[in-house]
């Protein structure tokens, strides 16, 4: 059987008659329906690629010096990661790359299992099935999954789609038992720069969750949403010593490099703060408008502490919302998109321009 054979069709394919609806809007269509931002990507990570134009020579896959250097002093920095070595950083060509491609990296095979949220980005469920591995969605990762067949765990604090925040606490519970069984922990947290209210999104790595060791796991950060870099697609991991220099080694000879210049960029954008907090406070300024007209309109939002998103509800089937709203200009994501305890739920970006999202907001209050 192909690879092909064996995936479902992309989720977001399924949208665009959908968005044909709402493109026919007199005003136009209002898109929250993915988190693609839509913001100027900052002046100090355009220079550094500018800068890094000349580069005529193959980039490095281990990345540069400066780079590595710079994510392990943001992780220490900003996140309280200790005993973040630059040794231990390896950039991505996205997180959605590894996503896909980690379960055949690491050699899993039919048998072997990979747990995700059972609300959950659909990638992690498709790199597995591109490995041939089995797919588990879980409520709780210790009582649902299987220590003697389970070889990856995937964690996502600030989840997409819910926004939800698994705190210190539960995240060391996780930790504990993946460790006990040997288990491989990778935390997909490209959100979690992104929290607005309840518990402080915390890394995989902080001492509070794993100790002063990162041996069983890996933390995965994108420069996606704090730095409008997902055309550049820039991302990195850390963690793991030995896990990192594994994929170091497959890395080299799959040619999964990060281009030179987008390397400058990167090590530009994680050393300055101030474009970060600024792009915030725009989603902060969004989220305001969009929430409050959402809520108005009659929907229930749940979670929603962090991350980009709205999960939001109003006791339909997601289908019958994504056309009501249609109707209206505006698409959103069905929540069916992300697992099937999603179904009576949308997911609602707040990746739109201010303009947009007043827009949306106006036509949510008629």
């Known amino acids: 059987m192909s690879i092909s054979a064996r995936l479902p069709v992309f989720p977001w394919d399924r949208l665009e008659p959908y968005k044909d609806t709402a493109a026919a809007h007199p005003d136009g269509i209002v898109d929250l329906s993915v988190?693609?931002?839509?913001?100027?990507?900052?002046?100090?990570?355009?220079?550094?690629?500018?800068?890094?134009?000349?580069?005529?020579?193959?980039?490095?896959?281990?990345?540069?010096?400066?780079?590595?250097?710079?994510?392990?002093?943001?992780?220490?920095?900003?996140?309280?990661?200790?005993?973040?070595?630059?040794a231990h950083v390896l950039p991505l060509i996205g997180s959605k790359e590894l996503v896909g491609w980690l379960p055949t990296l690491l050699d899993l095979r039919e048998g072997d299992q990979v747990g995700f949220p059972d609300l959950a980005y659909p990638t992690y469920e498709i790199g597995a099935r591109i490995a041939r591995a089995e797919p588990v969605a879980y409520a709780d990762p210790v009582a649902d999954l299987d220590p003697a067949r389970t070889k990856l765990l995937w964690l996502n604090s600030p989840s997409n789609?819910?926004?939800?925040?698994?705190?210190?606490?539960?995240?060391?519970?996780?930790?504990?038992?993946?460790?006990?069984?040997?288990?491989?922990?990778?935390?997909?947290?490209?959100?979690?720069?992104?929290?607005?209210?309840?518990?402080?999104?915390?890394?995989?790595?902080?001492?509070?969750?794993?100790?002063?060791?990162?041996?069983?796991?890996?933390?995965?950060?994108?420069?996606?949403?704090?730095?409008?870099?997902?055309?550049?697609?820039?991302?990195?991991?850390?963690?793991?010593?030995?896990?990192?220099?594994?994929?170091?080694?497959?890395?080299?000879?799959?040619?999964?490099?990060?281009?030179?210049?987008?390397?400058?960029?990167?090590?530009?954008?994680?050393?300055?703060?101030?474009?970060?907090?600024?792009?915030?406070?725009?989603?902060?300024?969004?989220?305001?408008?969009?929430?409050?007209?959402?809520?108005?309109?009659?929907?229930?939002?749940?979670?929603?502490?962090?991350?980009?998103?709205l999960w939001a509800t109003r006791g339909e089937n997601c289908w019958d919302t994504v056309a009501d709203l249609a109707k209206r200009g505006i698409l959103v994501a069905p929540g069916e998109f992300y697992g099937p305890s999603g179904t009576p739920y949308v997911r609602i970006a707040l990746t739109a321009t201010d303009e947009r999202v007043a827009a949306a907001a106006a036509r949510l209050s008629r």
């Open 35 to 86: 988190g693609t931002p839509v913001d100027p990507v900052p002046e100090v990570v355009r220079a550094a690629l500018s800068a890094a134009a000349d580069s005529p020579g193959y980039p490095l896959t281990y990345g540069t010096k400066a780079l590595r250097e710079a994510a392990a002093d943001y992780l220490r920095r900003w996140h309280g990661v200790t005993g973040a070595a630059p």
């Open 161 to 309: 789609p819910t926004g939800r925040v698994l705190p210190a606490a539960e995240l060391r519970r996780i930790v504990g038992w993946a460790r006990e069984h040997g288990v491989l922990v990778v935390s997909d947290e490209c959100y979690i720069e992104l929290g607005w209210e309840g518990a402080e999104p915390v890394s995989v790595l902080h001492p509070d969750v794993c100790g002063d060791s990162h041996d069983g796991l890996i933390a995965v950060h994108s420069l996606s949403k704090r730095s409008n870099f997902a055309g550049y697609r820039g991302a990195f991991l850390a963690g793991d010593p030995a896990v990192v220099a594994e994929l170091l080694g497959i890395r080299k000879h799959a040619g999964m490099i990060v281009p030179q210049p987008v390397q400058a960029a990167m090590a530009a954008a994680l050393l300055d703060r101030e474009h970060a907090v600024e792009q915030k406070e725009r989603y902060a300024r969004r989220r305001a408008v969009l929430r409050a007209a959402v809520e108005a309109a009659g929907f229930r939002i749940e979670h929603s502490e962090a991350s980009l998103y």
